[in-house]
């Protein structure tokens, strides 16, 4: 099989003439030049240069936050985009701490607010403040980069959150609008089957979704009555996509798997796939991307691993600047087969705080659990609890399995687990053991738009 049509992580697609990423045109109209190829390379880096001094001077002027953190520091003093490692972070605690003092705008001027509260508890909620025209930044990222997924005329079933204004969903059906496709805000999915009759009855060419419950539909007993080839794209959003979800919709399907990388940090949206499926294309003209060492805090050389950091560069409201997401990816250098001059993401897998270190000191991650537990059939969700007194550990695990339970399931599921190298060492060192697995029909959907995670409830070490 040639090169480029060899896909990372175990997919494999046909290979055609491959299209390139909606994001170029629409970055190179954006930054308002015609050049191709390794000159809009340097076009691209020239204007994050000149919006990241731009962007240093205005939270200076603007924000409390930024004037105390950047102290003396001047756009003019940046000299390249390297320059930028000399820039102190800003972390998810500056915000919790005192969002108000981020913004560089009136409230007035605010038109949206999203609190993110990711563990339940008020003490860590953080508030993301955006203007009306910061907004449009992210409708205008919806609207090009879904030319990689959907053609004029066809329909996209949103199964995000969208009642209010602001939301993903409704930044999506207004960003759908501009090019003539239908968008069909739905919400997240509480019920599969009659998800999958809405699906139907709108006869949708594509779905966004969080991956479990796109999985949850896949693997629905009414998931038959949606015809073959209807569905001709899915973009996963929201949480990690285990390679596993993404070969199952594939092939359940027969239809593209497009992943998209954001935050609300980031304004929703900041990266998507282009039709090579094999990383993202970040939207450059507004976002500045770094990998650093997350112990150093000092920039990786490109390909290798780290913690992603972002500068918004075109943001009004509340700018960030080398803001730490805690997540883990790194610059793919291969070009991309789509022939963009444009960065590759290598996708999200895990976050700097995901991996849980078991007694035997192997550390488990949610992908090593994702990538053994989502190809058990029947299998919608899991639970992952580890619990103990420092001397010995035990891993309680509940597997989602909806209203058809596969017999199986819980064997199967402790196979898979079992030869998980963590959990092979651990058990190895005689301190950690797997408890009987719990196979549930109830709820699973609740678990829906969090990123997952293990839950460890350990006493203190
Ligand atoms: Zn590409």
């Given at each position: 099989?040639?090169?480029?049509?060899?896909?990372?992580?175990?997919?494999?697609?046909?290979?055609?003439?491959?299209?390139?990423?909606?994001?170029?045109?629409?970055?190179?109209?954006?930054?308002?030049?015609?050049?191709?190829?390794?000159?809009?390379?340097?076009?691209?880096?020239?204007?994050?240069?000149?919006?990241?001094?731009?962007?240093?001077?205005?939270?200076?002027?603007?924000?409390?936050?930024?004037?105390?953190?950047?102290?003396?520091?001047?756009?003019?003093?940046?000299?390249?985009?390297?320059?930028?490692?000399?820039?102190?972070?800003?972390?998810?605690?500056?915000?919790?701490?005192?969002?108000?003092?981020?913004?560089?705008?009136?409230?007035?001027?605010?038109?949206?607010?999203?609190?993110?509260?990711?563990?339940?508890?008020?003490?860590?909620?953080?508030?993301?403040?955006?203007?009306?025209?910061?907004l449009e930044l992210t409708t205008d990222l919806f609207h090009h980069g879904m030319k990689a997924l959907v053609r004029p005329g066809q329909r996209v079933m949103i199964l995000m959150p969208g009642d209010r204004h602001g939301t993903i969903g409704d930044l999506m059906v207004k960003a759908l609008r501009r090019m003539d496709v239908r968008g069909i805000p739905h919400g997240i999915v509480l019920d599969s089957g009659r998800t999958i009759a809405g699906i139907v009855e709108n006869e949708a060419d594509c779905l966004i979704g969080i991956p479990v419950q796109v999985l949850g539909l896949v693997r629905h007993r009414d998931a038959r009555a949606i015809p073959k080839g209807m569905i001709k794209s899915v973009l996963l959003s929201a949480d990690y996509v285990p390679t596993a979800i993404v070969s199952e919709i594939q092939s359940a399907w027969g239809c593209a798997v497009f992943n998209h990388y954001g935050m609300t940090e980031m304004g929703l949206g900041a990266a998507v796939d282009c039709r090579a499926l094999c990383g993202y294309h970040i939207r450059e003209a507004d976002l500045l991307f770094e990998i650093i060492d997350p112990h150093t805090g000092k920039p990786v050389p490109d390909g290798e691993t780290g913690e992603v950091v972002f500068t918004t560069l075109t943001r009004r409201g509340m700018p960030l600047v080398r803001y730490r997401t805690g997540d883990l990816s790194r610059f793919v250098t291969a070009p991309c087969p789509c022939g963009t001059v444009l960065k590759r993401l290598e996708w999200v897998k895990g976050r700097l705080a995901g991996g849980i270190r078991l007694c035997g000191d192997s550390v488990l991650t949610v992908a090593d659990l994702d990538e053994a537990l989502f190809p058990l059939p029947g299998l919608l969700n899991f639970r992952v609890e580890i619990s103990g007194n420092g001397t010995t550990d035990a891993m309680v695990v509940t597997v989602y399995c909806g209203d058809d339970p596969v017999p199986e399931l819980c064997s199967l599921a402790a196979k898979s687990l079992e030869a998980i190298p963590a959990i092979r060492a651990a058990v190895d060192s005689r301190r950690f053991s797997i408890a009987p697995i719990r196979a549930s029909s109830e709820n699973w959907i609740s678990t829906g738009s969090i990123k997952r995670k293990i839950i460890d409830s350990r006493e203190e070490r």
């Amino acid at each position: 099989m040639p090169e480029e049509n060899r896909v990372y992580n175990g997919i494999v697609r046909e290979g055609k003439e491959m299209e390139l990423t909606p994001l170029e045109p629409w970055i190179r109209a954006k930054i308002g030049t015609s050049a191709t190829g390794a000159d809009l390379r340097r076009e691209i880096d020239r204007h994050q240069l000149a919006k990241l001094r731009k962007t240093v001077d205005y939270v200076r002027a603007h924000s409390p936050f930024y004037r105390e953190l950047l102290g003396g520091v001047r756009g003019s003093e940046i000299r390249e985009l390297a320059d930028i490692a000399h820039l102190p972070f800003t972390t998810a605690g500056d915000i919790q701490e005192n969002d108000l003092r981020f913004l560089c705008v009136s409230r007035d001027e605010i038109s949206r607010v999203v609190t993110l509260n990711t563990s339940g508890t008020t003490a860590d909620a953080k508030r993301i403040h955006f203007t009306e025209d910061d907004l449009e930044l992210t409708t205008d990222l919806f609207h090009h980069g879904m030319k990689a997924l959907v053609r004029p005329g066809q329909r996209v079933m949103i199964l995000m959150p969208g009642d209010r204004h602001g939301t993903i969903g409704d930044l999506m059906v207004k960003a759908l609008r501009r090019m003539d496709v239908r968008g069909i805000p739905h919400g997240i999915v509480l019920d599969s089957g009659r998800t999958i009759a809405g699906i139907v009855e709108n006869e949708a060419d594509c779905l966004i979704g969080i991956p479990v419950q796109v999985l949850g539909l896949v693997r629905h007993r009414d998931a038959r009555a949606i015809p073959k080839g209807m569905i001709k794209s899915v973009l996963l959003s929201a949480d990690y996509v285990p390679t596993a979800i993404v070969s199952e919709i594939q092939s359940a399907w027969g239809c593209a798997v497009f992943n998209h990388y954001g935050m609300t940090e980031m304004g929703l949206g900041a990266a998507v796939d282009c039709r090579a499926l094999c990383g993202y294309h970040i939207r450059e003209a507004d976002l500045l991307f770094e990998i650093i060492d997350p112990h150093t805090g000092k920039p990786v050389p490109d390909g290798e691993t780290g913690e992603v950091v972002f500068t918004t560069l075109t943001r009004r409201g509340m700018p960030l600047v080398r803001y730490r997401t805690g997540d883990l990816s790194r610059f793919v250098t291969a070009p991309c087969p789509c022939g963009t001059v444009l960065k590759r993401l290598e996708w999200v897998k895990g976050r700097l705080a995901g991996g849980i270190r078991l007694c035997g000191d192997s550390v488990l991650t949610v992908a090593d659990l994702d990538e053994a537990l989502f190809p058990l059939p029947g299998l919608l969700n899991f639970r992952v609890e580890i619990s103990g007194n420092g001397t010995t550990d035990a891993m309680v695990v509940t597997v989602y399995c909806g209203d058809d339970p596969v017999p199986e399931l819980c064997s199967l599921a402790a196979k898979s687990l079992e030869a998980i190298p963590a959990i092979r060492a651990a058990v190895d060192s005689r301190r950690f053991s797997i408890a009987p697995i719990r196979a549930s029909s109830e709820n699973w959907i609740s678990t829906g738009s969090i990123k997952r995670k293990i839950i460890d409830s350990r006493e203190e070490r």
